[in-house]
């Protein structure tokens, strides 16, 4: 069975510059995690999609951080514009969403790291 | 809110040694406990889950957890340790309402293994 794909796996960009990350999960799981790991500390939820709809952003800078997953499968995140704040990995994970959902396994993607500066 | 509190950012054990991870948690319902071990430059792997079945949760690679509530705890042991356990460990706990069940994370403990 085929793992989460993330890319790219290194990402250096300049402040004020865009970027964007892509994720494509597990065949058949349905819902999709984004979170950020900023080294030394634990992954941080940013978003979660269950198919292509947006279940939790509450986390989520809107106002230069984006996501979505337009046909329910693959995921894209950007930034934009980037700040130095947000060098980090960007990991994606998915599951599948059955009815003891909260005990369901989140397989998580080799994640990206973006370097800022 | 639920949260999850890793006591030490960095534990250092023999080979052979037991090997102690601390993690208490926080939460207003009864908790979904997680621990993932992250190895440098990969994702983040799933060691073990408890899910209120058992108190006792065995996982891969030896490791195993003990849920206590009356701690709130959710400690992570192995009885003797290998140098292929040198890993960044997290504790995680799921939230839940509306649909959403992302995981929460603590900090991380960095595990050092002696030779």
């Known amino acids: 069975e085929a793992g989460v794909a993330q890319s790219p796996r290194y990402k250096i960009i300049e402040k004020r510059q865009s970027v964007a990350f892509w994720c494509n999960p597990i065949?058949?799981?349905?819902?999709l995690y984004w979170y950020q790991q900023i080294l030394g500390q634990g992954p941080k939820l940013l978003i979660q999609f269950q198919n292509n709809g947006v279940v939790d952003d509450s986390q989520l800078p809107k106002d230069r951080f984006s996501a979505e997953r337009l046909k329910g499968v693959d995921s894209t995140l950007k930034i934009q514009p980037a700040k130095l704040e947000d060098s980090a990995v960007y990991l994606c994970a998915s599951s599948f969403r059955g009815g003891a959902r909260l005990n369901t396994e989140a397989f998580f993607g080799q994640g990206t790291r973006l370097t800022v500066v | 809110a639920q949260s999850v509190t890793q006591l030490g950012s960095h534990v250092s054990v023999s080979e052979g040694a037991l090997v102690l991870l601390r993690c208490n948690y926080s939460s207003s319902v009864p908790p979904y406990l997680f621990w993932y071990v992250q190895y440098p430059n990969q994702g983040l792997q799933l060691l073990l889950k408890y899910t209120s079945a058992a108190t006792l949760v065995k996982g891969i690679n030896g490791f195993e957890a003990e849920f206590k509530k009356s701690e709130t705890s959710f400690h992570l042991t192995k009885p003797s340790a290998h140098m292929s356990d040198a890993a960044e460990y997290f504790c995680a706990v799921r939230s839940s309402g509306g649909g959403a069940d992302g995981l929460t994370f603590g900090k991380g403990t960095h595990l050092i293994i002696q030779p």
């Open positions: 065949s058949g799981h349905a819902t």
